[in-house]
């Protein structure tokens, strides 16, 4: 599906899942899990994709190098401070892709510039122009973000963007970086500018807001109505602090309203909720039950009249299909006794199946689940794949565990652990068999030489329904300032719960090889 022209009634979508979407603590991921999601993202029909910032670490570098080499339609880009070692390493990790960019950001609020930056407006400017500059002899497209633009002066904002423009910037960004801003100041500041900035109308306007004060999503529709034509957003609105703007949220309120927006994106909406899906399996970060879009109850229908009212005409009480976002029917479709051919036919229909997955392993991983429970639902299904799509050789690895506990005895759990080529045994008790389990785990970490983590949070679901359901478990482990998630899923608690806890072991592993720089987050 080749997308459409940028014109002025397509709102371009600028994905940074992989760069402030990871900045939400725990959302930390490695390179095989940001190829997967950028992968999707593509597939999903996304404009740009911030994969990263290459300047804050060998792993964030690594990262955007590899989605930089791996896509081919969106714009792939990494975000840079007004430093020279910053723009060539930006350069440097973009420069294999098909449609290579940099972001260049620094702050204009008066607040951030006397309590952070330490430099006069004067300063700011010059540093916002020879930054755009250099970017500009490495790439064609290159954006600039004001960052804290919606606590600026408007005033000084239009010189500053005007520098950036004279230096060649393609995109301006206007980011609400505190989520301060109220929906109608921020529609007449996007008006304000594309109105008084010199050069204005060569650029594409970006807006890019957070959540702090619930209205993310509310902002970005008001700067389109302003004059914006870029949405900067995360899936599933993942972001530091209260996240970033929605994604799914952004792209179904211009399509349910196409009416009153008379705008449009490339999104291939069908490829919402496996997006959204696959996040949360990458990161451990669930999904509310009542988000918009991707919630589980997005769709539910509780009261009696609502159900009569849904029976009678689904519009009474559905503005959209969840066939439009991809989700599942939740319906039996497979059992143990279905072959490959069942199994692949309905992961296409899923929209699941993909040219990179091991058809084999998640074939075989489906099996297993098959002979362990009765019924195999859609939503499995995008559990196995999802786990299958992001699996990459672990540093601890699981080979057995036992656990038990009874009414007058005391819960205990023996396992065994590998890393590498070398294996250990543990065992522990507890108040529960998931403190006994996670007791041993701690042990078996110990012994290969790491530091423990302590557990601060812990939380388990079930995939679908019925006793025989997949849990999914999700942990968080905290190492000093360094925090990860992990998730298991399993139709044994248990082992799920182990899954987890070594997961979100080996993401701090990772962190502990690739320590990010101490700068400032960006936009």
């Known amino acids: 599906m080749e997308k459409r022209d940028d014109t002025t009634d397509v709102v371009r979508i600028f994905d940074t899942t992989l760069r402030d979407g990871e900045q939400s603590p725990g959302a930390t991921m490695n390179v095989e899990e940001k190829l997967a999601i950028a992968r999707q993202l593509e597939e999903l029909g996304v404009d740009v994709i911030e994969a990263g910032f290459a300047a804050s670490s060998d792993g964030d570098f690594a990262a955007v190098q590899a989605v930089a080499a791996a896509l081919t339609a969106p714009v792939v880009l990494s975000l840079s401070r007004t430093k020279e070692a910053d723009i060539v390493r930006a350069a440097r990790a973009v420069e294999k892709a098909r449609n290579p960019g940099i972001h260049v950001f620094i702050a204009t609020s008066d607040i951030h510039l006397k309590h952070k930056l330490m430099m006069s407006r004067e300063q700011v400017l010059e540093a916002a122009g020879w930054a755009v500059d250099l970017a500009k002899k490495h ?3 290159v954006e600039f973000s004001a960052e804290d633009a919606s606590r600026s002066d408007p005033e000084y904002l239009c010189s500053v963007f005007a520098e950036a423009i004279r230096m060649g910037a393609t995109v301006c960004n206007v980011p609400d970086t505190t989520g301060y801003a109220i929906p109608e100041q921020l529609q007449a500041l996007f008006a304000h500018l594309k109105t008084n900035v010199p050069g204005g109308d060569r650029v594409t306007w970006s807006t890019h807001n957070h959540n702090d004060l619930g209205m993310a999503v509310a902002n970005s529709l008001a700067a389109v109505r302003g004059g914006a034509r870029q949405v900067e957003c995360t899936i599933n609105g993942i972001g530091e602090r209260a996240g970033n703007t929605s994604m ?19 999104i291939r909406t069908e490829q919402i909720y496996r997006a ?9 970060i669930a999904v509310p039950i009542n988000k918009p879009v991707v919630g589980e109850n997005a769709f539910a229908h509780e009261a009696g009249i609502h159900q009569d009212g849904v029976l009678k005409h689904k519009l009474n009480y559905e503005i959209m299909k969840p066939e439009k976002i991809g989700r599942p029917s939740n319906s039996l479709v497979l059992g143990k006794h279905s072959g490959r051919a069942a199994f692949v036919d309905r992961l296409k229909t899923l929209g699941l199946f993909q040219p990179e997955l091991d058809v084999n392993k998640a074939f075989a991983a489906f099996k297993a689940l098959a002979d362990r429970k009765k019924n195999v639902y859609d939503e499995d299904l995008v559990a196995i794949v999802a786990e299958e799509s992001t699996r990459v050789p672990n540093s601890y690895e699981l080979l057995s565990l036992e656990a038990s506990s009874t009414t ?8 065994k652990v590998r890393i590498g080529d070398r294996e250990t045994e543990a065992s522990a008790t507890g108040a529960g068999v998931v403190d006994a389990t996670y007791a041993a785990l701690a042990q ?12 601060e949070r812990y939380a388990v679901k079930a995939i679908t329904g019925g006793t025989d359901a997949q849990g999914e478990v999700s942990c968080l482990l905290r190492d000093g300032d360094t925090v990860a ?3 298991g899923a399993h139709t044994d608690i248990i082992m799920a719960s182990a899954l987890a806890y070594l997961a979100a072991v080996n993401k701090l592993e990772y962190l502990r090889t690739y320590r990010p720089v101490d700068s400032e987050h960006g936009p």
């Not at 309120?253 to 449009?264: G, N, P, V």
């Not at 078996?444 to 557990?455: I, K």
């Open 139 to 141: 790439v064609g497209h």
């Open 248 to 266: 799914e949220e952004v792209v179904m309120a211009l399509d349910t309203r196409r009416d009153y927006f008379a705008l449009s994106t490339n």
């Open 276 to 284: 959204s899906r696959l996040l949360t399996q990458v990161t451990g």
């Open 408 to 415: 007058d005895g005391t819960p205990q759990a023996r396992l």
């Open 444 to 455: 078996a970490v110990e012994r290969f030489g790491s530091r423990v983590p302590q557990l």
């Open 485 to 487: 998630i992990g998730q």
